[in-house]
């Protein structure tokens, strides 16, 4: 009320389709934290338009947010964000906790799929603190697309990774992307950028450049060029 | 959130934490075991004041004649002549709700038997007294109508009597004791009862059929008071009411007119009795449910902290779809359990101590169904009450500032 306005983002247009891979870059206080939380549901424009698969998000109450959360979108963030002292699995589980729908029989089959798909099935039952940092963010890519979401949000999913497991994160995203899941990451690391299919640049709340990548980089090819170290050897 | 799935989380969460859910909880413990075990020993003390007012007999009612007056000036109460043995024939045939009656005349006398002798009150009633009082014979029988019409020197003894006369151990049946020179023959010993609420000696007396002290003892008309027993305990106002009624018409009194006797009903001795030992209970209560609420605080403390460490928790729960409801209910449910476990480990833990009291001080102690489910109810409601503030406040927390939360 008082308070000054502060226009996080400004004309900014801009859709994305089904399968596709964008990377969203720029400096901080540029806007694309504040356009993460609008594609996430978890903040809503104060004026313009967002429709996620064909649903206008600004006209949702907050119940309805939550519940769009829960169906259409998987949250990966920077600092894994899994709760700590509940097993790998339990992780997982926890989006279909929230979903009335799902039994729990099918809770669990659902989350060791997920657990699969990242390859981690072995660790269903280790606590947060007994995974290295990659396998814990591969634990919250299992946590986001359990629920088979439209799109997965990642906020600098390498940020606290080395470059080893970085390539191993980025290689599950590009998997997951070609079984046909929208990905969207947020990142400053150009070269991470170029794992993806788009990148957009944001600066001052705006879109300054948008473009395809023409060749991406491949992940699985380039972990086979790195000798492979001896605390972890799952090629 | 389905509430299995609620339940599994609040339980996890509260087994992370065990020593501190320990601790609130023991506030929680204490509060409720305080309660249980206060009410318990209020009521036990009620229920032994009670027990000794039984010894009065069953539905027991009394009915005295007011105080005399000559020309303005009251005398003892009791001392009307008005009470005739009419009046106790016409109760017993106009009021159905009275079980039996009998007219009561006490004279004291000085008892003799061989070189002993020794004081007491001799009452003379009709047999119906020993069922109204509900007096049992150790040995011999009771005296009949027949007895009081013929106004024989027969009489019921205690057993002090029996102890002063004869010595302990004795059966003096069928043998003769002089009250006041006139010879009587024991034909009943009555059981023992003890000492009354009141520490009255309540094996000191002589019991003689009415017409026997009334003519040959004291030599007078009218009758001292009744003793009637209603039909049963619920039956004892109506009783009342009716022989109120009947004896009124008797005396020729109008309905606005001041009766000229007293009734005074078993009902209203315990009450006097006992509201004593009621102002304790509730008083003992009363200190037991504030250190309950004390627990109480304990939780909403807890589960405020729990919320300020949990934000990232809520933060991440909200992200993966969690609604405000589901936080508040989760949060909730965690108070309700701390607060329920507490209250069934208190009722526990109450019971233990009133017992220990009841094995060590020897105090009579009575747990009852209606303190435990009264606590029980109790620690849910203040586990819901201290516990919504704290849940509320997690419920509401936006999810953006509750992930960055460090």
């Known amino acids: 009320m008082g308070d000054v306005d502060v226009h996080a983002l400004r004309g900014v247009n801009i859709s994305i389709q089904q399968g596709d891979f964008v990377a969203i870059m720029g400096k901080s206080g540029s806007g694309k934290s504040t356009f993460m939380n609008i594609l996430g549901c978890?903040?809503?424009?104060?004026?313009?338009?967002?429709?996620?698969?064909?649903?206008?998000?600004?006209?949702?109450?907050?119940?309805?947010?939550?519940?769009?959360?829960?169906?259409k979108i998987g949250f990966v963030f920077q600092s894994f964000n899994l709760l700590s002292r509940t097993s790998a699995l339990e992780n997982v589980e926890l989006p279909l906790m929230y979903n009335r729908k799902i039994t729990s029989r099918e809770m669990r089959s659902r989350a060791i799929q997920a657990?699969?798909?990242?390859?981690?099935?072995?660790?269903?039952?280790?606590?947060?603190?007994?995974?290295?940092?990659?396998?814990?963010?591969?634990?919250?890519?299992?946590?986001?697309?359990?629920?088979?979401?439209?799109?997965?949000?990642?906020?600098?999913?390498?940020?606290?990774?080395?470059?080893?497991?970085?390539?191993?994160v980025m290689e599950v995203f590009q998997e997951l992307n070609r079984r046909g899941i929208t990905v969207v990451i947020v990142t400053h690391e150009s070269d991470i950028a170029a794992f993806t299919k788009r990148n957009i640049t944001f600066r001052d709340g705006k879109i300054i450049k948008e473009i395809e990548v023409n060749k991406p980089r491949n992940a699985r090819e380039e972990l086979s060029l790195i000798p492979v170290t001896v605390e972890e050897d799952e090629l | 959130m389905k509430l299995k799935?609620?339940?599994?989380?609040?339980?996890?969460?509260?087994?992370?934490?065990?020593?501190?859910?320990?601790?609130?909880?023991?506030?929680?413990?204490?509060?409720?075991?305080?309660?249980?075990?206060?009410?318990?020993?209020?009521?036990?003390?009620?229920?032994?004041?009670?027990?000794?007012?039984?010894?009065?007999?069953?539905?027991?009612?009394?009915i005295w004649p007011q105080a005399s007056?000559?020309?303005?000036?009251?005398?003892?109460?009791?001392?009307?002549?008005?009470?005739?043995?009419?009046?106790?024939?016409?109760?017993?045939?106009?009021?159905?709700?009275?079980?039996?009656?009998?007219?009561?005349?006490?004279?004291?006398?000085q008892l003799v038997a061989g070189n002993m002798n020794w004081r007491t009150s001799v009452y003379g009633v009709y047999p119906e007294y020993f069922e109204i009082r509900n007096l049992k014979l150790v040995s011999g029988s009771v005296f009949t109508m027949n007895d009081d019409r013929s106004a024989a020197k027969v009489c019921v003894v205690g057993q002090t009597v029996v102890n002063n006369l004869f010595g302990e151990d004795s059966d003096p049946i069928g043998r003769f004791i002089r009250i006041n020179k006139i010879p009587f023959k024991i034909i009943g010993i009555i059981e023992s009862k003890g000492q009354n609420a009141f520490g009255q000696d309540q094996d000191d007396i002589v019991i003689a059929p009415f017409s026997t002290v009334q003519k040959r003892m004291l030599a007078i008309t009218h009758i001292q008071s009744m003793l009637a027993s209603a039909k049963t305990e619920a039956l004892i106002p109506t009783a009342s009411?009716?022989?109120t009624e009947v004896l009124k018409a008797k005396h020729q009194l109008g309905p606005s007119e001041d009766p000229d006797f007293t009734i005074r009903t078993q009902t209203d001795i315990a009450k006097m009795a006992t509201s004593t030992s009621g102002i304790m209970t509730i008083l003992l209560a009363t200190i037991a449910g504030i250190s309950l609420i004390v627990g109480g605080i304990g939780i909403m403390n807890i589960m405020l902290v729990s919320v300020t460490e949990r934000?990232?928790?809520i933060g991440i729960r909200m992200?993966?779809?969690?609604?405000?409801?589901?936080?508040?209910?989760?949060?909730?449910?965690?108070?309700?359990?701390?607060?329920?476990?507490?209250?069934?480990?208190?009722?526990?833990?109450?019971?233990?101590?009133?017992?220990?009291?009841?094995?060590?001080?020897?105090?009579?102690?009575?747990?009852?169904?209606?303190?435990?489910?009264?606590?029980?109810?109790?620690?849910?409601?203040i586990g819901i009450f201290f516990g919504w503030y704290p849940a509320r406040k997690a419920a509401q927390l936006n999810p953006i500032d509750a992930l960055r939360y460090e």
């Open chain 2, 241 to 243: 009411q009716e022989i």
């Open chain 2, 69 to 109: 007056s000559t020309g303005g000036v009251r005398m003892e109460a009791g001392t009307s002549q008005k009470m005739t043995l009419e009046d106790v024939k016409i109760i017993s045939e106009r009021c159905p709700a009275v079980a039996a009656i009998t007219p009561q005349v006490r004279s004291s006398g």
């Open chain 1, 42 to 71: 978890l903040d809503v424009p104060t004026r313009g338009k967002y429709m996620l698969d064909g649903v206008d998000v600004g006209a949702l109450s907050k119940d309805q947010l939550a519940n769009l959360r829960n169906l």
């Open chain 2, 5 to 62: 799935n609620l339940l599994i989380a609040a339980i996890r969460s509260l087994a992370k934490n065990k020593m501190r859910t320990f601790l609130t909880m023991l506030g929680i413990i204490i509060g409720v075991g305080s309660v249980i075990a206060m009410i318990a020993i209020g009521q036990g003390s009620k229920k032994s004041i009670q027990a000794q007012i039984s010894t009065l007999g069953t539905n027991v009612m009394m």
């Open chain 1, 115 to 168: 657990l699969e798909s990242v390859g981690l099935e072995t660790r269903a039952h280790h606590m947060p603190n007994q995974l290295s940092g990659g396998e814990q963010q591969r634990v919250a890519i299992a946590r986001s697309l359990v629920n088979n979401p439209v799109v997965i949000l990642a906020d600098e999913p390498t940020g606290n990774l080395d470059t080893r497991t970085s390539l191993e």
């Open chain 2, 319 to 381: 992200s993966v779809g969690a609604r405000g409801r589901d936080v508040l209910l989760q949060f909730l449910i965690e108070a309700l359990m701390i607060s329920l476990l507490g209250g069934i480990i208190g009722i526990v833990f109450g019971i233990l101590v009133s017992q220990l009291i009841a094995m060590i001080l020897m105090w009579p102690v009575t747990i009852t169904a209606d303190s435990i489910l009264m606590s029980f109810l109790f620690s849910s409601a």
């Open chain 2, 311 to 313: 934000t990232r928790e």
